[in-house]
């Protein structure tokens, strides 16, 4: 696996940082899988899957989303999108990234894969930009917090007009994430819900570039965005020939244990869009890093492959 590093051009002065892995040989690739990586991670974490992507004849690109990873303007900049359109942002740079894979890879299918708060991006995504792309994988996604989601937008917004954009606030923190280790008692980490491969959850907690504050503004940005993508009119600007493959862990959290991805996905097909689900028994929120992960990284290939 060949593996290159860059930072191409964002929006507003912004630099992205961009790593691809590709194959070995030069020999002509099955298509290109583009990463939209998680809250509070960063696209390096996706090397080992990147790996398996390769030896099938994939090249893969990821990128780090704007105040995560090596996409920070300013130190200051870590956990924030931007004072004003931060959502859209941060679509539109992962949009910049497919056009930078075109440049580089002309003629080649184009695949999308977002993780968690990357699923969210990625759901977006494909309401703009879904005729770009041939399919898409939707990683531990959310459904729609419906009133805690709006009560949510509006402690986020008046902590922001209190004490500023970037301030990084515990109560919101608390109130986004501060369950999701209680199913998993007694617990070794605070981050045991993400895997129960624990050496997966150690490299996450040793990892200085993951589980950091997010800011106030963040958590406007991303309950705003979570419910503009799941309005009904919205989904509907997703191409109605775009396959889309929803994977879970039914103990992920963030999925509501399986509850929320059938909403979602129930949503989908009432809307007359053919999505294929898998929920992995007993599997967490990263479910590409679970015990199981091998039988994950085969459905997606399988998927991909198929397409």
């Not at 968690?116 to 990625?122: A, D, N, Q, R």
């Not at 005729?131 to 949510?152: C, D, M, P, Q, R």
């Not at 997010?214 to 993508?229: A, E, M, P, Q, W």
């Not at 129930?266 to 999505?275: A, C, E, F, P, R």
């Amino acid at each position: 696996m060949r593996e290159n590093t860059f930072k191409i051009d964002g929006l507003d002065g912004h630099k992205i940082f961009v790593a691809s892995w590709m194959p070995e040989n030069n020999e002509k690739i099955n298509g290109v899988v583009q990463i939209n990586h998680g809250m509070a991670e960063h696209c390096l974490r996706y090397r080992d899957f990147a790996k398996f992507l390769t030896d099938n004849g994939y090249g893969v690109y990821a990128h780090d989303h704007r105040g995560h990873g090596q996409s920070l303007d300013v130190e200051e900049d870590i956990g924030f999108f931007n004072d004003k359109e931060g959502w859209n942002n941060v679509i539109d740079e992962a949009y910049k990234v497919t056009e930078h894979i075109k440049r580089e890879n002309k003629n080649t299918d184009i695949f999308v894969l977002g993780h968690s708060m990357g699923s969210l991006i990625t759901r977006g995504y494909i309401q703009k930009y879904g005729n770009e792309v041939k399919g898409a994988v939707i990683s531990g996604t959310s459904a729609t917090k419906g009133f805690l989601g709006v009560a949510g937008i509006g402690v986020a917004r008046l902590i922001c007009l209190t004490k500023g954009n970037r301030h990084k606030s515990k109560l919101l923190t608390d109130l986004s994430f501060g369950s999701f280790n209680k199913k998993f008692a007694p617990n070794k980490t605070e981050y045991d819900w993400l895997s129960r491969d624990e050496q997966q959850v150690k490299k996450y907690v040793d990892d200085e570039k993951c589980g950091f504050m997010c800011t106030s503004r963040f958590y406007v940005d991303l309950l705003k965005g979570l419910s503009n993508i799941s309005k009904k009119r919205n989904i509907l600007k997703t191409p109605k020939n775009l396959p889309i493959l929803f994977i879970s862990g039914d103990n992920d959290p963030v999925g509501d244990m399986g509850k929320g991805i059938k909403k979602i996905t129930d949503t989908y097909k009432s809307l007359g869009y053919n999505v294929k689900v898998i929920l992995y028994e007993g599997g967490r929120h990263e479910i590409i890093n679970e015990t199981n992960n091998s039988v994950v990284y085969d459905d997606i290939v399988g998927f991909i492959n198929s397409l």
